[in-house]
């Protein structure tokens, strides 16, 4: 069943999903083990889906100008990574992915860029979760700069895309 029915509703579910995984990563251990890992599987499969919607009906919009708040700040982007960042960045639950001095502020159009050309792989793509914050690690290749790092802030950017104007999103081709 089609859900995301806007910009808004598709926020308010990337949040529940990244509630939801948080709970199970970090105060899963009451939950079966095999429970544990679906629940895991599961918000996160809901998580990246719902990133992919938002990169499709927020993007188009971008390219032309019609939405405010594209300048916001969600997350922070590591260009001309070194293998050695790249492997740093993908371990797993590690707080902060990123702490080196090259990486730049990540804002929304370059997120939803990074979205869309991130590297499929899942050992290419890792998270990292605390209390409070849910990042998510995307990697890629920048053709003829080598590869990037963006990690994602979710809570940021679900307030980010509350802020922008509310827009019906439709719903794929069947």
């Known amino acids: 069943m089609w859900k995301r ?5 598709c926020a308010s579910e990337l949040q529940q999903a990244s509630e939801r995984f948080r709970a199970s990563f970090l105060g899963g251990q009451s939950l079966d083990p095999q429970e544990r890992l679906q629940e895991l599987e599961r918000t996160s499969k809901d998580g990246v889906n719902i990133l992919k919607v938002l990169t499709l009906s927020v993007r188009p919009e971008q390219d032309f100008g019609l939405l405010t708040h594209a300048n916001a700040e969600v997350g922070t982007l590591l260009s001309n990574a070194g293998s050695a960042e790249v492997e740093s960045a993908l371990t797993p639950g590690k ?3 990123i702490v080196v001095s090259e ?3 990540l804002r929304l159009r370059e997120a939803m860029n990074k979205i869309a050309h991130m590297d499929p792989r899942p050992d290419k793509s890792s998270f990292a979760v605390d209390c409070q914050r849910h990042e998510v690690v ?3 290749e920048q053709r003829g700069s080598g590869p990037w790092v963006a990690v994602l802030d979710i809570p940021k950017l679900c307030d980010v895309i509350m802020a922008l ?3 019906d999103i ?3 081709a069947e």
Do not use: F, K, N, V
């Open 5 to 9: 029915l806007t910009y808004h509703m």
């Open 95 to 97: 707080l902060p992915p």
């Open 103 to 105: 990486a730049t502020q």
């Open 138 to 140: 995307l990697t890629g």
């Open 165 to 167: 104007p509310d827009r």
């Open 170 to 172: 439709e719903p794929p």
